[in-house]
């Protein structure tokens, strides 16, 4: 498989970091202080198909919560 790289940033045009996740499990946590990204997916062999299969989890506070 070739990219599925995670750009991390504090903005779209300001990439602080670049991370792959490689083994089984992998996890990246990211709070909505920053942008997260993910480079399109592809396979290295001609005429095969590469998956990325992932579980995306989103916390939220509720409005009338204190920060």
Do not use: S, W
């Not at 996740?21 to 198909?49: I, S």
């Not at 990325?52 to 409005?63: A, Y």
Request: hydrophobic fraction near 40%; charge should be positive; proline fraction near 6%.
């Amino acid at each position: 498989m070739l990219g599925g790289d995670n750009l991390i940033a504090p903005n779209p045009k300001n990439i602080e970091r670049v991370l792959r996740l490689e083994t089984l499990f992998d996890t990246l946590v990211v709070n909505h202080d920053k942008y997260h990204a993910v480079t399109p997916v592809g396979c290295r062999k001609p005429g095969k198909t590469a998956v990325r299969d992932i579980i995306l989890v989103t916390f939220q506070r509720n409005e009338g919560e204190a920060a």
